[in-house]
């Protein structure tokens, strides 16, 4: 897949800092076999997230609650 391929939405360029704010939806997730739980939950142990363009957190998980239900 190229770049294009990702680019399929809006682009907007930011001129304070040079970079491209991209507005789009994701079409495709693939996870390897290995990602699951026994229980079918994916594990993120292995992640990493942002909130912004210089910050990041590892994943921990805290607990499993149960569902909720109506």
Do not use: H, W
């Not at 897949?1 to 495709?28: A, C, H, W, Y």
């Not at 699951?36 to 993120?44: D, F, I, M, P």
């Not at 363009?53 to 609650?65: C, G, K, M, N």
């Amino acid at each position: 897949m190229t770049e294009e391929d990702f680019l399929t939405d809006l682009q907007i360029k930011l001129p304070s800092n040079g970079t491209k704010l991209i507005v789009g939806r994701v079409q495709l997730v693939e996870i390897p076999d290995a990602s699951y739980s026994q229980n079918g939950s994916v594990k993120l142990t292995d992640s990493l997230a942002s909130t912004a363009l210089d910050t990041y957190f590892s994943i921990q998980e805290l607990t499993r609650l149960p569902c909720a239900k109506p």
